[in-house]
């Protein structure tokens, strides 16, 4: 089965960047998200990618400062981070869907079949 693995945490100073990915065990070619939980809260959705890659949608406390996108050829999908706040700070996780249409994209942890271990975050302010 289809396993993942986030790279590219860290910490950051407010304002920063920084770029997650998450590297699937095979070639997958599936919808996919990353969500995140800071400590005491609940997971909360970040940003999905459609299968084909051609459709995004982020929560609104980071659009515009954050992108997702996808490597087909890699199996890796991405999560570049810019003007970083405190409030970012939390463990991501990226998942996987494994059924779905070429432009659907989803937003609850529920429709997620397998998942990464998570890596953190931290933005010092």
């Known amino acids: 089965q289809v396993q993942l693995v986030e790279s590219g945490g860290g910490l950051v100073q407010a304002g920063g960047s920084l770029r997650l990915s998450c590297a699937a065990s095979?070639?997958?070619?599936?919808?996919m998200g990353w969500f995140r939980q800071a400590p005491g809260k609940e997971r909360e959705f970040v940003a999905a990618?459609?299968?084909?890659?051609?459709?995004?949608y982020f929560r609104d406390s980071v659009k515009g400062r954050f992108t997702i996108s996808r490597d087909n050829a890699k199996n890796t999908v991405y999560l570049q981070m810019n003007s970083l706040k405190p409030e970012d700070t939390a463990v991501y996780s990226c998942?996987?869907?494994?059924?779905?249409?070429?432009?659907?994209?989803?937003?609850?942890?529920?429709?997620?079949?397998?998942w990464g271990q998570g890596i953190q975050v931290t933005v010092s302010s």
């Open positions: 095979e070639r997958t070619v599936y919808a």
């Open positions: 998942a996987v869907r494994l059924f779905s249409t070429a432009d659907d994209y989803y937003t609850a942890a529920y429709q997620y079949n397998r």
């Open positions: 990618i459609s299968r084909s890659g051609g459709r995004t």
